[in-house]
């Protein structure tokens, strides 16, 4: 039973249900992005309406929770191997942390408002005064998480198949453009703080507002931080 009582054995166990949860996740996040946003923009709003009350609801649970899992057992991951990674693993941990963070803090609340309004529209009552602004940032923090999933998955394989070894600058450098980025997805949720309010205004989604948009971002995003890695 060296599966379950040897260091290596844990670590597989974890990195299976590190898999899977990640498929989970990542799969809802690109159905939400690719397929759910753009059926809504072409449904009635009676079908759209049933959807977000029956169906929405039951794929948030497990995107939500598939990223806590997910988190779960890459933190297991981490504690099992005791560092010792290249550095393109710390940056898709990083990405995934952010993506994280958004599911939680920022999608999942806002989509709650949007899926009581619809509600109480279809029981006769008024949207919530919150509702359009709520899906416009959990929107934008969606399209930020599909954003950074393409690098992401791509540093977390280059861990074991293309390694980088640690660079402080390049790491620095990377940090920075992916924290500049996650500010700009988060601003709407986070633009009410004090300290936020003496920043630039950020809160852009139209060079990704598109399903081709934020491939293209995404896929450019990986190039970028590739090089930072690879040259500095």
């Known amino acids: 039973m060296d599966l379950i009582t040897t260091k290596l054995g844990i670590e597989m166990l974890l990195r299976w249900g590190h898999f899977m949860a990640g498929i989970t996740w990542i799969g809802l996040l690109y159905y939400f992005n690719f397929v759910q946003t753009e059926y809504f923009k072409e449904a009635d709003a009676a079908s759209k309406s049933d959807a977000i009350q029956k169906l929405v609801p039951k794929a948030l649970w497990w995107f939500r929770w598939g990223a806590m899992l997910t988190l779960i057992t890459g933190l297991g991951i981490f504690a099992v191997r005791g560092g010792g990674m290249s550095m393109d693993i710390y940056i898709g941990a990083l990405l995934g942390l952010f993506m994280f963070v958004n599911v939680w803090l920022i999608i999942w609340p806002n989509q709650q408002i949007v899926m009581a309004s619809v509600k109480q529209v279809a029981d006769g009552g008024e949207a919530l ?104």
């Open 129 to 232: 005064p919150k509702a359009a602004g709520a899906l416009a940032t959990a929107g934008l923090a969606s399209r930020t998480n599909t954003l950074f999933s393409i690098p992401m998955l791509f540093f977390m394989g280059a861990s074991a198949h293309y390694p980088h070894s640690f660079s402080l600058l390049a790491f620095l450098i990377a940090i920075v453009l992916i924290i500049v980025l996650e500010f700009n997805g988060a601003y709407p949720a986070i633009k009410h703080i004090g300290a936020v309010k003496k920043l630039p205004v950020a809160g852009n989604m139209k060079p990704y507002a598109s399903v081709n948009g934020v491939i293209y971002c995404g896929l450019g995003l990986t190039v970028i931080l590739f090089l930072i890695l690879d040259l500095l």
